[in-house]
């Protein structure tokens, strides 16, 4: 089945600067791959998605690049603001389950 | 609110003792899920259900069981044979493969 590594597991960052999470799968077949937020107590959300015909996409200050060879992606975000903190969750798929990362805590401070 | 409701939000369990989460969506999804959230463990898949009538073992399945009667409604029942049944639960539905994964607001259940 598909593998997915996230790193790193903690990410703290002064407000404004830049974060990058990255992960890694094992499946070629997979073609879907979402990022979620999720905040304290709360359920995740779906942030940005990107699919395996599309190398990067971007909403705003979030972007998701994705290299199919190096089976890896990546969640980029910009100007960080505090209410980024959170945990954020990658996942992949093929045509079946959504396999998820164990993922990153976002600390922003201001 | 996202059209995927679990109750209850809080549930205590005695030991030895079978315990049932609902969830219910209003999406008319086909697909829905059950994830174990532990600190540090990420979502890990307990049971799918990708039709009525169907579902499949995810990684972590011993110790619970589900039922998918109605396309609406897939409840998780932990069983007194789940050793260490302490931690969040999310319930999720999805259209199909690769399409957005709608999430409830999750089942804290507690041991005591």
């Known amino acids: 089945g598909e593998n997915v590594e996230q790193h790193p597991s903690t990410l703290s960052v002064q407000e404004g600067d830049s974060a990058v999470i990255k992960c890694t799968y094992s499946d070629s077949a997979s073609n879907y791959f979402p990022w979620y937020k999720q905040e304290l107590g709360k359920r995740p959300q779906l942030i940005i998605d990107i699919r395996s015909n599309v190398g990067e996409k971007k909403d705003q200050r979030i972007a998701v690049t994705l290299n199919k060879t190096a089976k890896h992606f990546s969640l980029h975000i910009t100007e960080t603001q505090p209410e980024d903190s959170a945990v954020y969750f990658c996942a992949a798929s093929g045509y079946s389950t959504l396999t998820f990362g164990k993922g990153t805590m976002l600390l922003v401070s201001p | 609110d996202g059209g995927i409701t679990q109750s209850p939000k809080y549930l205590f369990r005695k030991e030895g003792q079978n315990v049932t989460l609902s969830c219910e969506q209003n999406?008319?999804?086909?697909?829905m899920y059950w994830y174990r959230q532990d600190p540090g463990q990420g979502l890990r898949l307990i049971y799918y259900s990708q039709i009525v009538n169907d579902f499949q073992k995810g990684d972590i399945a011993e110790g619970y069981s589900v039922s998918r009667e109605k396309k609406e409604s897939f409840p998780l029942t932990v069983t007194s044979a789940q050793k260490n049944p302490t931690a969040f639960y999310l319930c999720?539905?999805?259209?199909?493969?690769?399409?957005?994964?709608?999430f409830g607001q999750g089942t804290r259940l507690t041991v005591v």
């Open positions: 999720a539905s999805q259209m199909g493969g690769n399409t957005e994964a709608f």
């Open positions: 999406l008319n999804h086909d697909a």
